[in-house]
């Protein structure tokens, strides 16, 4: 309860704003403020005559329109997109002085725009909120848990995060943009030994170990998703390492996953058979993300396959193919987007009807949907599974064996392996 009810007291965010509080320098930019709190979480009025602030050499006793507006004192051009550096606050209260920096403050593009903190917290005698990490081994897609930390603001609760992550710091000596903590400084190597085109990747996953290392054996957000994406590269082939990934994303699990594995821990799971929780974790994909609920339900349908549930693949799917003859994948030029998932959904269809009643009619549904064959470049897992694994693994009849030859066939002349 004292956890939530300091969350909800001291709760900063980080916005931009149209409004127009007081009359702005013409260079635009700074922050507006709200509200302050001590330590105690006490709110502070600024009329008190023990507390006073100042910045940039000018001391602020007054509110604007309900918030206290601190000047940028940008010498820039206003449509030149720099950055405000700094702000430096020295705030003085019961005798005691605090110092709070705060970097990278957006200038005023629009007259009027400025940046909004609901509050400050007095907790710490010198913080400074390195709010925008800049390098090239910063990837955005690594600022979502981060960001949405910052809309908080620096409060006692979202310092013991921010600070774990290099975003806040305690002591002046990081002033400068170009000092990184030392887990900061071993990642951003591993970042840029890292490709995507390697097939081993020991030099960036070494130097993951020393951030690690220095981190205090703590796992962050960057060190852990670059190691993850590492580590998931091959997944299909490398089933050796699932086990592993599992472990630590469940070790893990306050710290958000890239976007780009958020299907990760599934694969795993299917890669130790471990289906009915494979099944688990795509159901909460489904909800998490219902724009792409389709892909989601095509990855399940493939779970359903590996514990031979044909039946109800068939059942699932039949609607969806009631109106669609196999002409439809002969006559059809457009390859890409809506059709190339359709096919695929007929593939599925198709394979499933075939394995069930090895028909006349059934084959020439699965024939139709390999007409367009370069549509498996998409999901060539599936074929390969198909091949060297489940065909490899079950009874062969000889009207199956029809089935083999043809996604040979594909698979030859797509040159999937």
Same mark, same amino acid.
């Given at each position: 309860?004292?956890?939530?009810?300091?969350?909800?007291?001291?709760?900063?965010?980080?916005?931009?704003?149209?409004?127009?509080?007081?009359?702005?320098?013409?260079?635009?930019?700074?922050?507006?403020?709200?509200?302050?709190?001590?330590?105690?979480?006490?709110?502070?009025?600024? #009329?008190?005559?023990?507390?006073?602030?100042?910045?940039?050499?000018?001391?602020?006793?007054?509110?604007?329109?309900?918030?206290?507006?601190?000047?940028?004192?940008?010498?820039?051009?206003?449509?030149?997109?720099?950055?405000?550096?700094?702000?430096?606050?020295?705030?003085?209260?019961?005798?005691?002085?605090?110092?709070?920096?705060?970097?990278?403050?957006?200038?005023?593009?629009?007259?009027?725009?400025?940046?909004?903190?609901?509050?400050?917290?007095?907790?710490?005698?010198?913080?400074?909120?390195?709010?925008?990490?800049?390098?090239?081994?910063?990837?955005?897609?690594?600022?979502?848990?981060?960001?949405?930390?910052?809309?908080?603001?620096?409060?006692?609760?979202?310092?013991?995060?921010?600070?774990?992550?290099?975003?806040?710091?305690?002591?002046?000596?990081?002033?400068?943009?170009?000092?990184?903590?030392?887990?900061?400084?071993?990642?951003?190597?591993?970042?840029?030994?890292?490709?995507?085109?390697?097939?081993?990747?020991?030099?960036?996953?070494?130097?993951?170990?020393?951030?690690?290392?220095?981190?205090?054996?703590?796992?962050?957000?960057?060190?852990?998703?670059?190691?993850?994406?590492?580590?998931?590269?091959?997944?299909?082939?490398?089933?050796?390492?699932?086990?592993?990934?599992?472990?630590?994303?469940?070790?893990?699990?306050?710290?958000?996953?890239?976007?780009?594995?958020?299907?990760?821990?599934?694969?795993?799971?299917?890669?130790?058979?471990?289906? #009915?929780?494979?099944?688990?974790?795509?159901?909460?994909?489904?909800?998490?993300?219902?724009?792409?609920?389709?892909?989601?339900?095509?990855?399940?349908?493939?779970?359903?396959?590996?514990?031979?549930?044909?039946?109800?693949?068939?059942?699932?799917?039949?609607?969806?193919?009631?109106?669609?003859?196999?002409?439809?994948?002969?006559?059809?030029?457009?390859?890409?987007?809506?059709?190339?998932?359709?096919?695929?959904?007929?593939?599925?269809?198709? =394979?499933?009807?075939?394995?069930?009643?090895?028909?006349?009619?059934?084959?020439?549904?699965?024939?139709?949907?390999?007409?367009?064959?370069?549509?498996?470049?998409?999901?060539?897992? =599936?074929?390969?599974?198909?091949?060297? #694994?489940?065909?490899?693994?079950?009874?062969?009849?000889?009207?199956?064996?029809?089935?083999?030859?043809?996604?040979?066939?594909?698979?030859?002349?797509?040159?999937?392996?």
């Amino acid at each position: 309860m004292k956890k939530i009810t300091t969350t909800i007291l001291i709760i900063l965010c980080y916005t931009f704003s149209f409004a127009q509080p007081g009359h702005p320098p013409p260079s635009g930019g700074g922050l507006s403020i709200k509200n302050f709190y001590d330590s105690s979480l006490n709110k502070i009025s600024i #009329d008190n005559p023990s507390f006073s602030i100042t910045s940039n050499g000018f001391t602020y006793s007054h509110k604007e329109q309900g918030s206290l507006y601190i000047s940028s004192n940008n010498s820039s051009n206003i449509f030149d997109g720099q950055y405000q550096k700094l702000i430096h606050l020295e705030i003085s209260y019961n005798g005691k002085k605090h110092k709070i920096d705060i970097e990278n403050i957006f200038p005023n593009r629009h007259y009027g725009t400025l940046e909004e903190i609901d509050s400050i917290v007095l907790d710490r005698p010198y913080i400074l909120s390195k709010r925008k990490k800049i390098g090239k081994c910063w990837d955005n897609s690594y600022y979502a848990y981060s960001s949405s930390i910052l809309k908080n603001g620096i409060t006692p609760y979202t310092n013991e995060i921010l600070n774990k992550l290099g975003f806040t710091h305690f002591s002046p000596d990081y002033i400068n943009d170009a000092k990184q903590l030392p887990w900061e400084e071993y990642f951003c190597k591993a970042a840029d030994k890292y490709s995507p085109n390697y097939s081993t990747n020991e030099k960036s996953l070494a130097y993951l170990e020393q951030a690690l290392k220095e981190n205090n054996n703590e796992y962050n957000e960057h060190i852990l998703n670059l190691k993850l994406i590492i580590l998931s590269k091959n997944i299909k082939e490398e089933t050796e390492k699932s086990q592993y990934i599992l472990d630590l994303i469940n070790n893990n699990k306050d710290i958000p996953l890239d976007s780009q594995l958020e299907d990760l821990k599934a694969l795993c799971l299917i890669n130790l058979k471990q289906y #009915d929780e494979a099944l688990k974790e795509y159901d909460h994909l489904e909800k998490q993300h219902p724009k792409y609920e389709d892909y989601y339900t095509y990855d399940k349908m493939k779970v359903f396959f590996y514990q031979s549930r044909y039946d109800e693949i068939i059942e699932y799917l039949s609607p969806m193919f009631k109106k669609i003859k196999n002409t439809y994948f002969y006559k059809i030029t457009y390859r890409g987007g809506d059709f190339d998932q359709l096919n695929k959904w007929y593939f599925l269809y198709s =394979f499933c009807s075939y394995l069930e009643k090895p028909t006349g009619a059934n084959k020439r549904k699965l024939v139709a949907s390999l007409h367009n064959s370069s549509v498996f470049s998409l999901d060539y897992d =599936f074929i390969r599974y198909l091949l060297k #694994d489940f065909y490899m693994n079950t009874p062969i009849t000889q009207e199956k064996f029809e089935g083999l030859k043809l996604l040979f066939k594909v698979s030859e002349k797509e040159n999937i392996f």
